[in-house]
């Protein structure tokens, strides 16, 4: 009934806030392709995040800090060509909203190439470039917990709000976050009892990436779900499926088949 009901209809920030007033939970992705975003679309889920993890996913750096304007212009346009009822999210890159200018510019770009919204890491220090981009009528994501655009600062992937200021900030952040006028806030890696409470508080969505049931909704990175990110598997990570497995297996008898003769056969040659 729910995937017929999302299929019904275009998914905006008022439908996610409309899911948490009725207790419905929010499947979201990170996808970046115009195929994948066809299949996730299908099923009803209804965000897609272009996600500036494609720097490590598909285009092989150690980390998110190398991605550019234009890896992310082109994904998200390949996205966008799915035309999916989905929302679709832009991940705005490592220093490209240091202001609210920057912010404005480049947001302007994204949904240009087709986004209907953009994400932006961090809480206090970036209201103004939130506010900004809300006045102009681009919806906005939040990004609150680990930020991986500021491993190099913070000294790592760690797992934050363990200690009690850390997690009186974190709700902190949200909350202006709210009032700055975000539709909906991403909390990663945020321990599950804070993330709780968080979600508790606000009246907009909050999405978990390992920060617990207590969330209005989850994301993953499709590749780490479907197996296809080797490199490491993150603890919140559920994998779905292995097709690394899948393409090697496929690769090895292709391989296998031109080098025996058995391909092609009579039913892929014109005769």
């Known amino acids: ?20 007033v009725r207790g419905e939970k929010i499947a979201a992705l990170a996808v970046y392709d115009f195929f994948t975003a066809k ?33 992310m212009l082109h994904h998200v346009r390949a996205v966008a060509r799915a035309k999916p009822r989905a ?17 404005l510019r480049n947001a302007r770009r994204f949904v240009e190439a087709g986004a209907e919204a953009v994400k932006l890491e961090g809480g206090e220090p970036v209201l103004d470039q939130v506010r900004a981009l809300v006045s102009a009528g681009i919806p906005v994501l939040g990004h609150i917990g680990l930020l991986p655009q500021s491993v190099k600062e913070t000294g790592g992937y760690k797992v934050q709000g363990r200690k009690p200021e850390a997690a009186e900030q974190l709700l902190r952040d949200a909350r202006l976050l709210e009032e700055a006028g975000v539709f909906a806030i991403v909390i990663e890696c945020v321990i599950a009892s804070v993330a709780k409470q ?30 296809l990110f080797t490199r490491f598997t993150p603890k919140h990570v559920k994998r779905y499926a ?30």
């Open 1 to 20: 009934m729910m995937v017929t009901k999302m299929n019904e209809q275009k998914i905006t920030a008022k439908t996610l806030l409309a899911m948490k």
């Open 39 to 71: 299949l996730v679309d299908e099923v009803g889920v209804p965000l897609i995040l272009v996600g500036d993890s494609l720097g490590m996913t598909v285009l092989g750096y150690e980390n998110t800090l190398l991605v550019t304007m234009e890896d």
């Open 87 to 103: 929302l679709i999210v832009a991940d705005m890159p490592y220093r490209t909203y240091a202001t609210a200018a920057d912010a």
């Open 198 to 227: 968080i979600t508790e508080t606000l009246k907009i969505p909050t999405i978990g990436i390992g920060a617990g049931a207590g969330c209005d909704g989850q994301i993953l990175v499709g590749h780490d779900m479907l197996g």
């Open 242 to 271: 292995n097709l690394t497995d899948e393409m090697r297996k496929a690769f090895t008898a292709y391989k296998s088949d031109v080098e025996s003769g058995k391909f092609p056969g009579p039913e892929q040659s014109f005769l």
